[in-house]
């Protein structure tokens, strides 16, 4: 019986060997498991969520913000993102919240021209927000924003000037620009800018030329935006005005240039500065150089106001110009 009991025993060890051998073997001959698959970058999603808000998927888009902003609570761009998105969803007050924490992390006086906010500006609390941004604003700055009251008003001004193009944006992706849709966008945009003119003159004829040392360069630019996108009498009217600013250190010469040559164009005249440029069908949709007022005066006219000479410029941009005979450099 123990020689029996022996037998059994080394038997069933010899089994127990070969199996364990069978199973390392095994083991050796299986591959190692994949690595997970790497999370998901802030990028990606940031950009998936962008795509959906350009598409004008407000819904899903703020989804995805929303996803964002629990994986990481600190990341300006994403909150900022959130709180546009949440606002032309016309959800004002949840977007003011995020609108706070994009503020707690860094104050930008693009927050007060953000047309996407446009909602929020409107709704009873924007003051009160408006008014601790300036404060930090001007903490960060040294106190550039003296004239508060002036900056407000250009700023909203400047807001309602850019307003609108985001919907014109999805309305010709999807529906084609001869849409009617497109049509009557284009329409109320004519009507906000003739609004946007008539608040404009009332305070420049009350305040003058907004100064960059008084309203901040921002704010300062809103009369010139405005302006440009007139018509020839309203510029033609303020130009002066414009010029004296900018000779005072106070405007910005390269906008002054844009807005004197959209003047000329707009009065059937050929522009000064060679700031102005169309696409030519003829010459196979090329972008071809306005006429000149004067081919050879032109490098001294924008050497005057601190403007690269014209060829330098146009070799930049891409623009299409043969100098007549006489006038090549």
């Known amino acids: 019986m123990k020689e029996n009991n022996k037998k059994r025993i080394e038997t069933t060890l010899t089994l127990i060997s070969l199996l364990m051998a069978s ?3 095994k083991a050796q001959e299986l591959p190692p498991p994949p690595p997970p698959p790497p999370p998901v970058t802030a990028t990606d999603q940031v950009s998936k969520a962008d795509s959906l808000l350009q598409a004008g ?13 629990n994986q990481n609570r600190t990341d300006r761009k994403v909150i900022y993102n959130y709180a546009c998105a949440l606002s032309l969803a ?32 409107e709704s009873e609390s924007w003051e009160g927000f408006e008014n601790e941004l300036i404060s930090a604003l001007n903490k960060k700055t040294g106190n550039s924003i003296k004239d508060v009251s002036y900056a407000k008003s250009l700023w909203k001004l400047l807001c309602q000037e850019e307003s609108l193009f985001y919907e014109v944006g999805i309305a010709v992706r999807n529906l084609g620009p001869d849409s009617p849709v497109v049509t009557a966008l284009r329409r109320l945009q004519s009507w906000q800018n003739s609004k946007n003119l008539e608040e404009l003159e009332g305070l420049l004829d009350l305040k003058g030329w907004p100064a960059k040392s008084q309203v901040g360069s921002q704010a ?31 405007g910005n010469w390269q906008q002054y240039a844009l807005m004197f040559d959209r003047m000329r164009m707009n009065q059937n005249k050929p522009q000064r500065y060679g700031t102005h440029y169309y696409l030519d069908p003829a010459a196979g949709n090329t972008n071809e150089l ?18 690269e000479p014209l060829q330098q410029y146009l070799r930049k941009t891409g623009i299409r110009y043969e100098p007549t005979k006489g006038n090549a450099k």
Not at 57 to 69: P, Q, T, V
């Open 290 to 307: 306005y006429p000149l007022e004067d081919e050879a005066r032109i490098d001294e006219w924008r050497k005057e106001i601190g403007l």
């Open 23 to 25: 199973v390392i073997l």
């Open 90 to 121: 016309g959800q004002a007050d949840s977007a003011l919240v995020y609108l706070y924490k994009t503020v707690n992390i860094e104050p930008s006086v693009a927050i007060l021209t953000d047309p996407d906010l446009l909602a929020v500006r």
């Open 57 to 69: 998927r407000l819904k899903s888009a703020i989804a995805e913000y929303k996803k964002m902003y």
């Open 220 to 250: 300062a630019s809103a009369a010139f935006f405005v302006l440009q996108h007139s018509n020839a009498g309203a510029q033609k009217k303020y130009i002066g005005m414009f010029e004296a600013a900018c000779r005072n250190n106070e």
